[in-house]
């Protein structure tokens, strides 16, 4: 197991490569989810105060 | 088929059909990966030259590939999006920049992690390296170009024209190790010849190219979908799905 991990006198090159493309890609991940609820939240905020007319004006009297 | 490509432009069947699709190229994606890496890092053997530092192609090589494929994908959208005024390839072609940027971004770094202990150098302005630097630029470049104005319409089609003035670069990426005398290699997989490197490698290298491919194609279809939504708002059907709760 330690062998492995040392790869050969390598380590530090070879798991910074496989470090950042994970890190890189779990943040393309991460931009997508949170990309999704963002419109889904301001979707469904919107739909919400169309479907009730006094919510748009709230100081109507 | 032309009927089907109008289909598919309908930016609610392309909402459907990705809400479709996408769980299981997410699952085939995950699986891939996941049994690539285990593959490429435990099954694979030890190169004779390189040593154990080889292993760093798993990641460089599908990185470098996705960095052209997705500069290729954004480039086509654009001389559809010009022609044909599609807005569905606009959409594509915009959430497609800052992955395909990201994968350029490791196609670089993850090569100066290699180039260092086989090279004896991080960097070299070689033909290879300074293109991939240049796509890199331009997918910047067009995500700038795309802030940079107000008017969507406008900034869409300014988009599109760099992307298509750009994609002259992608030929002179794959061909520069041919062209000119370089300090990167030349392909060790070509689509003509047999690869120059041994199954057992080459397995693992190709389940984790097509991992990375699904991974864009996720994540892109995602994002996509986002855009649509944002973008069809006030439409009957995106008031309807919100209605019944299955956006």
């Not at chain 2, 559809?80 to 395909?100: N, Q, R």
């Not at chain 2, 100066?112 to 997918?139: H, N």
């Not at chain 2, 470049?141 to 406008?154: E, H, K």
């Amino acid at each position: 197991m330690k062998e492995f991990f040392a790869m050969g006198g390598y380590a530090f090159y070879v798991w910074t490569s496989f470090g950042l493309t994970f890190m890189v890609m779990a943040i393309i991940a991460l931009g997508t989810r949170l990309q999704r609820r963002r419109v889904v939240a301001a979707v469904t905020r919107r739909a919400q105060t169309e479907s009730k007319p006094d919510a748009r004006e709230p100081f109507r009297e | 088929m032309f009927r089907w490509f109008h289909k598919l432009a309908s930016l609610k069947n392309f909402y459907r059909l990705a809400e479709i699709l996408l769980p299981w190229l997410a699952a085939i994606c995950a699986i891939l990966l996941v049994v690539g890496l285990y593959r490429g890092l435990f099954v694979a053997p030890t190169d004779y030259e390189q040593g154990e530092s080889y292993r760093i192609i798993y990641v460089h090589v599908p990185a470098a590939w996705m960095s052209m494929f997705v500069y290729v994908v954004m480039a086509f959208c654009s001389a559809i999006f010009l022609v044909w005024k599609m807005k569905l390839a606009d959409i594509v072609a915009e959430v497609s920049a800052p992955i395909g940027a990201a994968f350029t971004f490791l196609a670089l770094s993850t090569g100066s992690l290699w180039g260092k202990p086989m090279w004896g150098t991080w960097w070299e302005w070689d033909a290879r390296l300074t293109s991939e630097l240049i796509l890199l630029f331009l997918y910047i470049g067009y995500m700038a170009l795309r802030s940079a104005f107000d008017n969507r319409r406008t900034a869409a089609k300014a988009a599109a024209v760099l992307a298509l003035v750009g994609v002259v670069n992608i030929p002179i990426i794959h061909f520069s190790v041919e062209w000119w005398n370089t300090l990167h290699q030349p392909a060790s997989i070509t689509k003509f010849d047999k690869p120059s490197i041994h199954i057992s490698m080459l397995i693992p290298l190709l389940m984790m190219a097509v991992g990375f491919k699904l991974f864009y194609i996720v994540n892109m279809l995602s994002r996509a979908r986002s855009v649509i939504l944002e973008r069809e708002a006030n439409t009957a059907w995106v008031t309807e799905r919100v209605k019944e709760n299955r956006l």
